[in-house]
């Protein structure tokens, strides 16, 4: 699976005029930088001391962080980043799409979202989370191909073409006997299927 795949670095790809970059953590401190300020641009999205720290690689990271960035001009306008889960590298997760306003509806998003798939596709992801409530990136994910979630603001999509519902009922199949252990980091990606299926039981998420 993805976890036998070499760390991608920078990688240039062509799309018109436009220059995309590729990375795997841990990133240069300059770019973590220049990230940060780019997104404290972006309403929408914040960010902490913690995820700066795992950008760096400096606290072990319970998945493998691949960031996607756009530049006109030297400078980042558009980004997004892919986690695939080291426990389970079958499930990932699709955080921080920003683009700045002026570069919106050109395609940047779509393109920086194709090259996160086509790597997802790539280490053996079969399905891909994400959280939202913007009304704008709803529409949005739809048209990727995600369906929302019952109850929720977690939307799915599965990478074979199956169903969100489809995927959550298989994924829970002939399950076995059922051991309660300790979870850790690790397992936060890992339970989305268990905390999104409808169920009349109560899961706690601290």
């Known amino acids: ?11 240039p790809v062509s799309l018109k005029s436009s220059h ?9 401190s300059t770019l973590v ?41 030297g400078q980042i306008v558009a980004s997004c980043q892919l986690w695939i889960s080291r426990r389970l590298p ?12 002026p570069f919106r509806n050109q395609g940047i998003a779509h393109a920086l979202w194709s090259a996160a798939m086509a790597d997802a596709a790539a280490a ?15 529409r949005s994910y739809r048209r990727l ?13 599965a990478l074979d073409g199956r169903s969100a519902e489809e995927f959550l009922v298989d994924w829970f199949r002939g399950v076995g006997p059922v051991r309660i252990s300790p979870g850790d980091g690790h397992d936060q990606l890992p339970s989305y299927p268990l905390l999104v299926l409808p169920h009349d039981w109560q899961v706690l998420d601290a």
């Open 90 to 101: 079958c499930l990932a997760e699709f955080t921080y799409p920003a683009t700045t306003p």
């Open 1 to 11: 699976q993805g976890g036998n795949r070499p760390a991608l670095h920078w990688l």
């Open 124 to 138: 053996g992801v079969e399905a891909i989370f994400l959280g939202t409530f913007y009304p704008d990136a709803l």
């Open 145 to 157: 191909g995600f369906s929302k979630l019952p109850a929720s603001t977690t939307f799915l999509k």
């Open 33 to 73: 930088d220049e990230l940060d300020q780019f997104w404290q641009t972006i309403p929408e999205l914040t960010t902490n001391e913690r995820w700066r720290r795992e950008l760096l690689g400096l606290d072990p990271s319970p998945n493998r962080l691949r960031v996607y960035l756009e530049r006109r001009a």
């Open 20 to 28: 995309m970059e590729q990375y795997t953590t841990p990133l240069p």
